[in-house]
């Protein structure tokens, strides 16, 4: 159901002054979504998974405790991963490296096909 004229403009001024009160947390809420934070969590479990396999290799001859520690490490971090994995899987390659590219990141259009278009958009107003 789509919001009401009435609510949309409440919705304007709350960001609005979000803005204006905390003008970093709010460019901080605009650029990151479901997918950024699922994206580090991989990244950070990829890195668990590393140290885990590290501490595996490195003190499973000299302490068996420790060696096992590194395995829980690896499993635990493979949870993480494929846990995070699913909610990527819903994300498209633009959501999750837009944050890297910049604000036109989300645009796949090659410069030709945007200029085709913006013709094409110059095309119907000069027609209407």
């Known amino acids: 159901m789509p919001l009401s004229e009435h609510e949309q403009r409440i919705l304007a001024e709350l960001e609005e002054s979000l803005s204006k009160q905390d003008p970093r947390f ?9 997918y950024s934070h699922g994206g580090r969590r991989v990244r950070w479990g990829a890195a668990g998974f590393v140290l885990g396999l590290a501490i595996l ?26 846990r995070n994995a699913r909610l990527l899987g819903r994300a498209s390659w633009q959501d999750l490296t837009r944050h890297i590219r910049g604000d036109e990141a989300h645009t796949t259009e090659s410069p030709r096909a945007r200029s085709l278009r913006d013709w094409l958009s110059r095309q119907r107003n000069k027609d209407q």
Do not use: P
């Open 26 to 34: 709010a460019k901080s809420v605009r650029e990151t979504n479901v």
């Open 57 to 82: 290799v490195l003190f499973f001859s000299r302490s068996i405790v420790i060696g096992l520690g590194g395995v829980l490490l690896m499993f635990i971090s493979a949870i993480v991963i494929e």
